[in-house]
């Protein structure tokens, strides 16, 4: 019985180990994505950007998500791949609020972050 719980515990630890800090990051660009090549412009080289695992493009909101790894990027790290192919950002929106803190609160689509600093206790 010793060893099945002390297995366990171990399986437990090394989980934890493994486990991604995943957060989103909502940006818009400057100049504005316009057509089919500047949204490929973006995929194609802000994936290359070591932690990113998601992006999604969205021409007439002007809005391009960003899944990362927080452990392996930053916001700043994106940001600066958005400078090396031409683009300046502007951060809409950095994670979505309360969603990985299982808070009843909404998440709203220009968060501010606000929405956090209300969570149930």
């Not at 989103?24 to 802000?46: A, D, F, H, R, W």
């Not at 950007?49 to 021409?59: A, C, H, L, P, S």
């Not at 392996?72 to 300046?88: L, M």
Request: aromatic share 6%; glycine share 4%.
């Amino acid at each position: 019985m010793k060893k099945i719980v002390l297995s366990a515990m171990g399986l437990a630890f090394a989980f934890s180990l493994y486990a991604k800090d995943m957060q989103e990051l909502v940006v818009t660009t400057n100049p504005p994505m316009s057509c089919q090549n500047c949204e490929n412009k973006i995929k194609k080289n802000i994936r290359w950007v070591k932690g990113v695992k998601d992006i999604e493009t969205n021409i007439p909101d002007q809005r391009v998500t960003i899944e990362y790894d927080a452990d392996k990027t930053n916001p700043q790290q994106i940001e600066d791949a958005f400078h090396k192919i031409g683009y300046q950002v502007e951060v809409i929106q950095e994670e979505a609020c309360c969603a990985t803190e299982g808070a009843q609160v909404p998440a709203k689509p220009t968060c501010s972050g606000t929405c956090c600093q209300s969570k149930p206790e």
